[in-house]
Every structure is written in C-alpha cells, then in structure tokens.
C-alpha cells in the first residue's frame, strides 16, 4: 500500500471493534473521523493516551467528530485492556478500538513502519472529512504521546478554513486573528470580511475569526 497522502480518499474496512463490527464509513456518517493506532494493548502511553480520548469526547462531539482507535491486538484483549484503562485514568472508554488482529486496517493505512518495527503500529493519526478524504496526518514514535489538544485545535482550524477563505496562523487557537487567503485583493478581502482586515504585508493580512 502506498503511503496515503493529504487528499487522498481514506480508506473504507469493516472490523471486529470493541463496540461489535463495525463499517469505518457507515460509524462516520456525515461526521468528520479520528483514525489513530496504538502500538499494542497494555502499553503504558496508549493507556493514558486513551483515557485522554475518552475525557475529550464531549469536545471532539461539539465539532461532530468521531473517535475510532486501532490496536494490533484482539477484541477480547481490548475489553480486558479497557477495564485498565477506565480504572487507572479514572474515566471510561466511550468510542470503539479496532482490534486488528490481522493488520489488514494497518497496512492500509500504512501504519506499521519496519524501521520502527515491523509488526506493531507506530502513533498514527488520520483526520478525515465528511467527503471521507484525508485532511491531515500526524505520525509519532511509539515513545511519545499525542497531544489531544493539538488533535481539538487542528480540527478546529480545519473545520474553519474549510467554510471561510481563510488560514490559520502559528498557534493559533479558536477565536484568534485568521490570516486572510492571499489569493483574494485586499479590497475584495475588506467587502468579504467586514469585521476589519488588518494589512501588515501585502501577501499578510489578519482579520478576526469570521465565526466568532
């Protein structure tokens, strides 16, 4: 499988899940998705990783995004390894964990790296839209967690410069300035956002978040 690039149409599968089988397209629906793997059950950081996933729900919830985690490991280990992680991280697992006991989701999604190691998963993280293509793709070592308010603050952005003709600056966070597309006039840009348009540079210009 070749590696899946930012654009490319995520790929559908049906597996055995922590919540039953379950289709990748039909638990999305119309929802925006988070893919991530997890190297294996009962590993120290994927405990706390996804205890954090469950205590973030309702955020990921209020931006219509759906949470589906992956180990290599198989249902029933999962159920064991869930009772773990509700008791350690004092919450309770509430989206389902593909057991991908086969790796056929990991080669898929090209989640196994041999030079890491050639049969568990390193941390990858897929963002796919309501058109089910891939917006964004984040890969750590087995030895670093992820950061989910990074995971909230990047799904925030994308959800805004999918809807507004605009980007993102370096950390930015919802309600902050937005850079104006450089592909619009600055005169164009002062009738589009009428809250103001601040020129710093021609090429940089910054108005308020137009949702805000």
């Given at each position: ?36 793997s997890h190297p294996a059950d ?68 090209d989640m196994i790296h041999p ?32 950061n989910f308010y990074e995971l ?61």
């Amino acid at each position: 499988m070749a590696t899946l690039r930012l654009g490319d149409t995520a790929p559908d599968f049906t597996a055995v899940t922590s919540e039953g089988t379950l289709n990748f397209y039909e638990y999305l629906g119309d929802s925006w998705g988070i893919l991530f793997s997890h190297p294996a059950d009962f590993t120290p950081v994927c405990t706390t990783e996804l205890g954090t996933a469950a205590k973030f729900k309702d955020e990921f919830d209020k931006r219509n995004v759906k949470m589906m985690a992956l180990s290599v490991d198989g249902a029933a280990s999962h159920m064991e390894w869930i009772k773990d992680i509700n008791e350690t991280q004092n919450t309770k697992v509430n989206f389902p964990i593909v057991a991908d006991v086969e790796r056929k989701v990991s080669d898929l999604y090209d989640m196994i790296h041999p030079n890491a190691d050639d049969t568990l998963t390193v941390r990858s993280v897929f963002i796919v839209g309501p058109d089910k293509k891939i917006k964004l793709t984040l890969t750590y070592p087995a030895s670093t967690g992820r950061n989910f308010y990074e995971l909230l603050r990047v799904v925030d952005s994308l959800q805004l410069t999918a809807n507004h003709k605009v980007a993102t600056p370096a950390n930015w966070k919802n309600g902050e300035k937005v850079v104006v597309s450089p592909s619009i006039p600055t005169e164009e840009a002062k009738g589009i956002f009428t809250k103001g348009v601040e020129e710093i540079k021609p090429y940089l210009r910054l108005t308020p978040d137009p949702t805000t």
